[in-house]
């Protein structure tokens, strides 16, 4: 069985982080976004790796099959962006969703985050089953704090409340 490990992202994934990501977007849940128009694809480090935040990749022979990405908000609050899994990395057995989550949140608690949230489509249904079972709430969109990243394609939110 292929080991999958959990790590920071460097500069050099850049390619890797979109090839994975892209391809969910576009083909599986049928989105018209490109890599231009997510300018934190094109600069990991700039966008996610500053204050709490952290962005890591999970990786399995070499290849990046998963990402999770922490943008530190302010305030004691962080969004959580990019969580992709390659579609053949996905399910409880192979818990690379699980690993990424849980790898983010004890980042975010030890950063002293207060609150993580989070914005989704309405198509990512085993999403919501996800982040409802890890322990995040629906928000309306009305309590997302101001400084909170809202992508066009978003239409339900999350929160965690962290300690």
């Known amino acids: 069985m292929t080991v999958v490990q959990i790590r920071p992202a460097r500069s050099a994934d850049a390619d890797a982080i979109a090839a994975l990501i892209l391809p969910i977007q576009q083909q599986e849940f049928g989105i018209p976004i490109t890599r231009e128009a997510q300018p934190d694809l ?20 070499g290849a990046v099959v998963g990402s999770i990405g922490l943008r530190d908000i302010g305030g004691r609050q962080a969004a959580l ?17 699980q690993g990424l989550l849980d790898t983010l949140l004890q980042w975010a608690a ?21 982040y409802e079972k890890n ?29």
């Open 42 to 61: 094109a600069d990991v480090q700039g966008f996610y790796q500053q204050g709490s935040g952290n962005f890591w990749v999970a990786e399995a022979g």
């Open 81 to 97: 962006r990019k969580m992709f899994v390659a579609p053949a990395w996905r399910g409880a057995h192979h818990g690379v969703a």
């Open 110 to 130: 030890a950063q002293a985050v207060a609150e993580v949230y989070l914005g989704t489509t309405a198509q990512f249904l085993a999403a919501h089953r996800f």
């Open 135 to 163: 322990g995040f709430a629906m928000v309306d969109r009305a309590a997302l704090p101001p400084a909170f990243p809202v992508m066009a394609v978003d239409s339900r939110f999350y929160r965690l409340r962290l300690g």
